[in-house]
Every structure is written in C-alpha cells, then in structure tokens.
Nanobody, 122 residues
Framework: QVQLVESGGGLVQTGGSLRLSCAAS????????MAWFRRAPGKERERVAA????????YYADSVKGRFTISRDNAKNTVYLQMNSLKPDDTAVYYC???????????????WGQGTQVTVSS
C-alpha cells in the first residue's frame, strides 16, 4: 500500500510558478513510477507528467513541455512538479499517482492522492 498526499497548490497569476509536492508513505516508494494528472472542469483527466522509478526517464504532455518539470527524491519519498510560465488553461485539480510503469492511461496507476487545486488567474 502507498498513500499519497499532495501539497503546494494555490492561486497564481499568469506567468507565475508553483511547485507541487507529493509525499508518499511506505518503504516501497522507489519501486513505483510516479505521475501527475490534472482534471479541469468539463475536461477529461490528463496525464501531465510521469517519471520512472529511478528518475532516469521523464515524460510530458505536449501542453506542458518546456514549462513543467517532474522530479523525485526517493530518499524523501517525494515527487515534485515544478510548474513555470503558468497559463489560465493550467487551472485544474492536480493529482499524483503511483503505478508499475509511467504509462499514459490513468487506469495504469493503482494509488492516488486526494488532489490539490491550482488556479491561474488571467
């Protein structure tokens, strides 16, 4: 079992930055690929970024490439999402998830956090 708790969301102006954190419980964190998803009102859940268990491979949605960076610290059981140059379209609830592979489908992830709201004002 892995429990995930996100933090770092909030209200920011267009062009601003936020860093989301996801703290995981359990000693098996380093075995899991991790991902950040988001869901905006009226839209499908979207995988924003993913990272392999070692941190050696990262993946991004086209909409955030060059602006967002995913990273992990296995010693701290934490995964991060650094979000720069934020846009109003980035407004959503952001969730972290843990799974066996850094896959795109949400169904590939067995464990989910409760989500943190990110709001980007224009």
């Amino acid at each position: 079992q892995v429990q995930l708790v996100e933090s770092g969301g909030g209200l920011v102006q267009t062009g601003g930055s936020l860093r989301l954190s996801c703290a995981a419980s359990g000693r098996t964190f380093s075995r899991y690929a991790m991902a950040w998803f988001r869901r905006a009102p009226g839209k499908e859940r979207e995988r924003v970024a993913a990272i392999s268990w070692s941190g050696g491979s990262t993946y991004y949605a086209d909409s955030v490439k060059g602006r967002f960076t995913i990273s992990r610290d296995n010693a701290k059981n934490t995964v991060y999402l650094q979000m720069n140059s934020l846009k109003p379209d980035d407004t959503a609830v952001y969730y972290c998830a843990a799974g066996n592979l850094p896959s795109i489908p949400a169904t590939s992830y067995a464990y989910w956090g409760q989500g943190t709201q990110v709001t980007v004002s224009s």
